[in-house]
């Protein structure tokens, strides 16, 4: 099987200061949950805007391969374009830009991109509308500015919307479960596990068990002092929830 | 939503640093002797077959202006301008106002054809098959250089007993009217640049909307400068009678030079009781080269008189050109219980620089007024948003709310807000908000996540920064203001 995202003896550093990602390998099949696990200050939130290109981070060493191409000569939309899709920790909010009018020229610059037809205005309503309903949001919600004015849940709620909608093959999810409750947590755990299928994949980087309980994932990684120490089965999670990763950051070091 | 795709499309098809309307029309043009003097006042006064009180007026003021000094408050900055190395003067040759439009030469109308103004009436009515109401109607007087060279829909205007005219036909046609009005909101002594409009206007626009008349379609005047080393001094007049409503559209642009061309024109409005203006401008001279190089200097005195009870006047700009912007329309507050609002939106890029607000001065009763300013500077940029609200001693209950933002892209450009408010009695309320931005990179590499390149994610978070506004123009313009947007601040990130 092809690979959907290679990574190889990657080195990252804050643009000009730290070192952060520090020779870090990871292959993601298609159709494979992988979660990252690690200590605050691992570099987790690090690896996904390396992987999605924001300005600021400087890659130093190694490269990453996702669905065949080379990812880090591409720029952050034609990375989304690819379909890689970082569902952010602290969404961003545009004031005066309506929820759905993001949405529609988000999808639309991405299949201008692939050179794919684009959604006229009904096909996206009803799309949008659709997925909504799995995710408990209402009409109003789409009509308010991009997370302006959200609640904690409702920024991750639509952070999922956005991802339902772009369909992509790679999602980084960076803590989806900060700022929610448990009844939140549940819908957006149901809204990624029904973007789950054999040609998608995640990536969960997470501080605690709790989200992949909801998320089950197919391999648990620990990330500590900038790449993977240890790697293990879903079991892995629950053994560092009982013993914490003190062990690991030592091993690291 | 669709306006937002719009925007992206715009900038997309658009090489960088292309101003659009940057052609120049070639005809004959006559033109007044070079420079300033009695005579060449005179000589625009019998060109347009004036009355002697007319010139009689202009001479007044050319008088008071000699004894005049430039204005020096504003935060702009540029080289001494020769007011004698200027045509004051400049019409098509063979120039005799024409009856219809098919005596209007054939060369003008494919300007206006290029800048997509709907001038002949036919495109308008050939429409057949869209049903009725759905197209909206506008009535066009387009301006070239110094003389109105066609106005669309006279007859339908007519009917409602609506006069939108050339002001030089309105001087021969309704002295009356126009007398009675003319300089009565912006005095021939009101400062420098309206003086010398005063002395030397050649053309503008003229509307008196009679008592209790809604005009039937938007009102519109199209201002081009053609001609080199140019002024052009447009004089606009609106009178707006007790009862009446009337929307009214502006738009300038300009051929692409690398001289300085000036730009002076005087707009008043007066609106009686109960009577409402609304009036619109998208403003898009040529604002130079990415330089500094060339460009329109717009010295702009707009202001409207309130003069009766519950009269309103609303104006909306959207200013993305001119080498230099000095302008502040503003709103005497006379009536008791009138209105004023002004909503701006302003864009600069380069080496531009815009200094502009406006002025809300309440002097009756329970006068109300509202000022939204959206400033965006980017490149090298200057921006300031300068403005005063006042209220005199008698006017109690006079309330006013600014909100006045800054959005800065980039780290070269300046924005700059200088609200002056003066309240003269204790039952004034006044509450300005002042907000200053940055587009930052976090928001731009959230939209470029979501797959929008880096230009369309500027031009989605400007559109959201500007809606408020963009919200108060005729829908015509504001597809067209949102386009004007996009462009302007093409290449100002990165």
Known sequence: MTPLLEIRDLHAEIAGGRKIINGMNLTINPGEVHAIMGPNGAGKSTLSYVLSGKPGYEVTGGEVIFRGVNLLELSPDERAAQGLFLCFQYPLEIPGVSNMAFLHTAANSQRKQRGEPELTSPELVRKVRELGKKLGIDTDMLKRPVNVGFSGGEKKRNETLQMMLLEPYLSILDEADSGLDIDALKVVSNGVNLMRSPERSMLVITHYQRLLDYIVPDVVHVFAAGRIVHTGGKELALELEATGYAQYQNEAA | ?494
């Open chain 2, 1 to 494: 939503m669709a306006a937002v795709q719009e925007t992206v499309e715009q900038v997309r098809s658009i090489d960088v640093d292309q101003y659009k309307y940057g052609f120049e029309t070639q005809i004959e043009s006559e033109k007044a002797p070079k420079g300033l003097s009695e005579e060449v006042i005179r000589f625009i006064s019998a060109k347009k077959e004036e009355p002697e009180w007319m010139l009689e007026w202009r001479l007044d003021a050319y008088r008071r202006w000699l004894n005049m000094s430039e204005p020096t408050w504003a935060r702009v900055d540029f080289p001494q301008i020769d007011f004698q190395d200027l045509y004051y003067y400049a019409a098509p040759k063979k120039f005799k106002a024409p009856k219809s439009l098919d005596e209007v030469d054939p060369e003008i109308l494919k300007t206006y054809e290029k800048l997509g103004i709907p001038l002949r009436e036919q495109e308008i009515l050939a429409g057949v098959e869209v049903p009725e109401g759905e197209r909206p109607k506008i009535a066009v007087d387009a301006v070239f250089d110094s003389v109105s060279v066609a106005t669309t829909f006279k007859e339908e205007l007519k009917a409602a007993g609506v006069i939108f005219m050339p002001i030089s036909e309105a001087l021969r046609e309704h002295p009356d009217l126009v007398k009675k009005y003319l300089g009565s909101v912006v005095p021939t002594t009101d400062n420098f640049y309206a003086t010398l409009n005063s002395a030397v206007f050649s053309d503008g626009s003229f509307v008196y909307i009679p008592p209790g008349v809604r005009c039937p379609m938007e009102l519109s005047t199209y201002f081009r400068i053609n001609e080199k080393n140019t002024g052009q001094f447009e004089r606009t007049l609106i009178i707006a009678d007790a009862g009446s409503y009337v929307s009214y559209l502006e738009g300038c642009t300009a051929p692409q030079r690398d001289e300085n061309q000036l730009h002076a024109a005087v707009v008043e409005l007066v609106v009686l009781d109960d009577a409402e203006i609304k009036y619109s401008t998208v403003q898009n001279w040529y604002p130079g080269d990415a330089e500094g190089k060339g460009g329109i200097y717009n010295f702009v005195t707009k202001r409207g008189d309130c003069r009766g009870k519950n009269s309103k006047i609303s104006w909306t700009q959207v200013e993305t050109g001119s080498a230099i912007t000095w302008k502040y329309p503003s709103c005497v507050l006379r009536g008791e219980g009138s209105s004023g609002e002004f909503y701006s939106i302003a864009i600069s890029n380069g080496r531009q620089q815009v200094d502009s607000g406006t002025k809300m001065i309440h002097l009756g009763k329970n006068t109300t007024s509202r000022i939204i300013s959206k400033g965006i500077s980017a490149g090298r940029s200057n921006n300031t948003y300068r403005g005063l609200v006042s209220a005199h001693k008698k006017a109690l209950g006079a309330r006013n709310f600014t909100n006045c933002d800054s959005l800065l892209i980039g780290d070269q450009c300046g924005a700059h807000t200088v609200p002056y408010i003066e309240a003269k009695n204790p039952k004034a309320q006044f509450e300005h908000e002042a907000t200053t931005s940055k587009i930052s990179e976090d928001m731009l590499f959230y939209c470029m996540q979501r797959g929008l390149s880096q230009e369309d994610a500027v031009a989605l978070v400007v559109n959201g920064f500007v809606r408020d506004v963009l919200q108060q123009l005729p829908m015509e313009f504001a597809v067209e203001a949102q386009k004007l947007i996009s462009i302007s601040l093409e290449g100002s990130v990165g």
